[in-house]
């Protein structure tokens, strides 16, 4: 039979469409509002010594480097390479960290030569996920430089594969772990002792225990050398076991041994006091004995369900204290709300799950069962957004952020997604109000009729082999009647396809999640107090600098005029030419000219030039190398004499 379309003009209408607007307008309002805050982010660093870029005359002692925050490192993380690739730090790193300030340093060898010297670090940040970098300095004057990095990121490879893989599969492992409980206990308590939603559950748990004994064993690779066979590095795991990350997946495997034992009673005694609770309600026992076993299941319910709630937060505190939310700005309001945001996908996506799991599987569920999970994924879904909100205006900051961030953008797929699955569980409510009670009818009156064979049959067949023959025929004649009862119900088919479209959605939402909770957070360029979301201006293009000063050394002959240009006046290779003339114009030959670069506000130089003399009063540097744009001081030292010279100072812009 065809499914008919569900009628969407009926009285029903109106509360249901009060409540998605609301959701609507939360997420709307929520939106707006996150984009004007300060945003969380992994570890970055901030400063460096030397500066990325800059020349020094004489080689440092050390590299000292400053992050935003917390990181673990190894003694192998800060590598300085020299123009030919080999390693010039020496000893163990050095923490310099104190107060608020997150400092590193590893010692550099004696006597360097001039030339380019890259720096590699590599660290995981405090929310768990690895972060490195690399910058370049210079001794004496740039170089062309060999070293080679690692081709691959942190985190990056075969090893990054398996264990985002892993992560994604622990989620899904307690979103039906979890999910599938809550729908057991607060739906349909006759769901404990059916096959499927067991199978579901235990699945969940077997996933999310499986993965993250995975997660654990490739921690040591995944932050370090990205080798698959250092998962097996007892070494390496017990570092990890002293790390943030490790304790919070040995204590995820603790609480997975109290959610076994939760799951033995549920399926167990819970399934059996359920049992019996229906049938003296259905036999028509007596009153003392039904209200026996009704208080013996009502207190078996809220004992599991009190030790379920605080078990499923345990969990899912788990990844609250060792990612996003452990970092940045109002943690001790951001972890608790990541809980219940975790506890919200999960009461959805793993009811969701549950409830299709019935629907194909078990044909007799009833229609109270399938209200009852309306409304508390209607809750979990108001809970998901505000929180999933708040979580929002910490990691993005801004509209710039929004669109132009891989976070960002992976955001605004996600909060597509959700509307789409909302717009799906609204029609599976809309089925779900037109369920009837015929099918339940049906089903009642097939029972009847297989009750009325079975009670037939044995008694006018004396044989036993024959007795068990016909049994067997009325049982699967009344599972295929149950099933064509099941499939002319034009209701419920309509809510088995609206549902399973929740469900591939949904799948799609805890990829994007998974990736979200893996990505560093959209953060705005500009670092600025009160940065208002609006793009900042391009710079200027870089214009050739031409300059004339006069000078007066204070000797004889010592006056005249410096003319100076800069090509093309940008980062990188520059032309510098200087003239030098007298006061009638005429070309003035002069002993030494010397000019020097120094931008302060980075404390980079003074960086030497040392012009070569073309003609008389012309001098000429065809390799001035400029690290950065800025605004510049530039110096030009003019002698005239053996004791008389002067240095004329100008501040120029480059870049």
């Not at 499986?210 to 250092?230: E, H, Q």
């Not at 549950?354 to 069962?369: M, W």
């Not at 929740?502 to 990505?519: D, I, S």
Request: aromatic share 6%; glycine share 10%; net charge neutral.
């Amino acid at each position: 039979m065809t499914a008919t379309a569900p009628r969407f003009g009926t009285r029903p209408l109106r509360p249901l469409l009060i409540r998605s607007l609301l959701v609507a307008a939360v997420l709307i309002v929520g939106l707006l509002g996150a984009l004007s805050g300060t945003a969380s982010a992994h570890a970055a660093l901030t400063s460096s010594n030397p500066k990325d870029g800059a020349v020094v005359d004489v080689a440092p002692r050390d590299v000292t480097l400053t992050f935003s925050e917390q990181i673990a490192m190894g003694d192998d993380s800060i590598r300085v390479l020299d123009p030919s690739s080999k390693r010039v730090d020496v000893a163990k790193m050095r923490d310099l960290s104190q107060g608020g300030t997150v400092r590193y340093a590893v010692d550099l060898k004696p006597g360097l030569p001039d030339g380019t010297y890259t720096v590699a670090w590599q660290a995981v940040s405090a929310d768990s996920h690895p972060v490195s970098g690399a910058f370049t300095f210079s001794i004496g004057a740039p170089s062309q430089t060999t070293a080679t990095l690692p081709d691959q990121a942190a985190g990056g490879g075969l090893v990054g594969t398996l264990y985002d893989a892993a992560r994604y599969l622990s989620y899904a492992g307690f979103v039906l772990l979890v999910g599938g409980a809550a729908f057991v206990l607060a739906c349909w308590q006759r769901g404990a002792s059916v096959r499927p939603l067991q199978r579901l559950v235990v699945g969940g748990w077997v996933t999310l225990t499986a993965s993250t004994l995975v997660l654990l064993l490739l921690r040591t690779p995944y932050t370090g050398s990205g080798k698959l066979g250092d998962a097996f590095d007892l070494g390496g795991l017990s570092d990890v076991l002293d790390t943030k990350t490790g304790a919070a997946l040995v204590s995820r495997l603790l609480l997975l041994g109290a959610a076994a034992l939760f799951i033995a009673v549920l399926f167990g005694a819970y399934a059996r006091r359920v049992t019996e609770a229906e049938s003296e309600t259905d036999d028509g026992g007596t009153g003392n004995a039904a209200s026996e076993a009704g208080k013996a299941k009502a207190d078996l319910t809220f004992g599991l369900s009190l030790g379920g709630a605080l078990v499923s937060a345990g969990i899912a505190g788990t990844w609250a204290l060792s990612e996003h939310a452990s970092t940045g700005i109002q943690t001790g309001i951001a972890m608790p709300l990541d809980v219940l945001h975790l506890l919200a996908v999960a009461t959805w996506l793993g009811g969701l799950a549950s409830l299709l799991a019935a629907l194909h599987r078990t044909p007799d569920i009833e229609r109270t069962a399938v209200r009852r999970f309306s409304r508390i994924a209607f809750i979990s879904v108001v809970v998901l957004a505000m929180t999933g909100l708040y979580q929002s205006w910490r990691q993005v900051g801004s509209w710039s952020a929004l669109t132009d961030t891989s976070y960002g953008q992976l955001l605004l797929v996600k909060v597509a997604l959700i509307a789409v699955l909302l717009g799906a569980a609204w029609i599976s409510r809309r089925w779900t109000g037109l369920l009837g009670e015929h099918a339940t009818t049906e089903a009642a009156d097939a029972e009847a009729e297989t009750e009325a064979l079975a009670e037939d049959g044995p008694e006018t067949e004396t044989d036993p082999e024959r007795a068990a023959q016909l049994a067997r025929q009325q049982t699967a004649l009344a599972t295929a009647r149950k099933k064509r009862n099941r499939d002319a119900d034009t209701e419920r088919s309509g809510l088995r396809r609206s549902v399973l479209t929740e469900a591939c959605v949904a799948l799609v939402v805890l990829a994007v999640t998974t990736a979200l909770t893996g990505t560093e957070p959209g953060r705005t360029q500009e670092q600025e107090a009160g940065r208002t979301g609006t793009e900042a201006a391009a710079p200027a293009p870089a214009r050739p600098i031409s300059l004339t000063e006069p000078f007066d050394t204070g000797g004889t002959k010592g006056k005249g005029t410096m003319r100076l240009t800069l090509e093309p006046a940008r980062p990188g290779s520059n032309v510098m030419h200087v003239w030098i003339d007298s006061p009638d114009g005429k070309p003035m030959d002069v002993p030494e000219v010397k000019v020097a670069y120094t931008l302060k506000s980075e404390q980079i130089g003074p960086l030497p030039v040392v012009p070569e003399r073309l003609a008389p009063g012309h001098w000429s540097a065809g390799n001035v190398q400029i690290p950065m744009p800025g605004e510049w001081s530039l110096q030009v030292t003019v002698r005239t004499s053996d004791i008389d010279q002067t240095t004329i100072e100008k501040n120029v812009k480059i870049g």
